[in-house]
């Protein structure tokens, strides 16, 4: 008994060292549940499409904490942001995984979170009507696109606009939800729609033709999000935070491999979304790059870059300091505890990569 408890003693002072700060005392230092949240898709029982739900089928932060009494509550929100954001202020979660803009409109309002790694990206698809003569982005000039406004989605179309050179000025933005948006494109009173691969069912019916996808485009206009914690929990639990955040790193990895691919879609597959779509939304994408949890020079440079539009869009009032806003030291301890400190590359603002090893 003597030498258990001794054991126990020596992992929770090395994991709460690594971390860099005294935790409570030891018997203190676990809370009884930890509430997780994510963006919810498909219909009767919603499901990610994301990290988290890899985490949370495969057990990844389960079996970071099957030594403890804590129990896991995973949610996931089929209205999305501004449900998670009210979620955090009515103190219901600890963690949530969920688009920048979004999560920056939070911290704005005041929401006390701390972003601990990226969620990786989330390809973002535009399709045009298939009887009108748009076959590109620069063809959307003086045209009604469906989009949902203050997303991801939103920042991606105005990226991707910009991109082709055309501004918002250029286009009249319809502002409907995605069930919203495919009745619109098929009784004709949109030209086009920009979204994630739910509408892809609509081109294999001759309704709609893919004129844009994010991921094919340099991922510049590709959804990003954050992976955030209370900052209240993360000063209270810091060798919860650093389990949670390396059970989170585990899926990343675990999804890096390409031997999982095909569970890793079987697991997505419970949104409804089908396996056919999912192939060909991830079509020639590494998962290892396209979910890299690391919040590197590339991601903090997406990141001020939505931060910027959500003061243009007059989303937010107040400035994000995103220095003061990540906490980088559970990752980069995660990462060194596992010994993944080189798996992902690290990139440039521009999304260049440096090497990096198998």
Known sequence: MHRRFTLKFIVAAALTSVVGFAGPALGQEFPAKIRLG???FGFGQPFGRGLVAIADAKGFIADEFKDTPVKLEFTYFVNTGPAINE?????QLEFASYGAVPNTIGKANGLPTRILLSYGGTTIFGGARADLPINSVKDLKGRKIAVQKATIIHWSLITTLRQNGLTERDVTLVDLKNADQLAAINAKS???IFGGSFFLPLRDQGVLKLISNSGTAGGKATG?????VTDEFQKQYPEATLRVTRGLLRAAHWLGQEANREEA???????GVTLPILREEFDGVSLKNAFNPVPDDFFTAQYRGVIAFNKEQKLIR???????????????????????????????????????SN
């Open 38 to 40: 994510d963006v919810g």
């Open 87 to 91: 979620a955090i202020a009515n103190q």
């Open 190 to 192: 949109v030209d086009a």
């Open 224 to 228: 990003l999000g954050a992976f955030v």
């Open 265 to 271: 879609f079987g697991i997505w597959a419970r949104t």
């Open 318 to 356: 107040n400035d994000v300091d995103l220095g003061q806003w990540l906490e980088p030291k559970y990752v980069e301890a995660g990462l060194k505890s596992l010994d993944l400190q080189s798996f992902w590359p690290r990139r440039n603002a521009d999304g260049a990569a440096a090497g990096a």
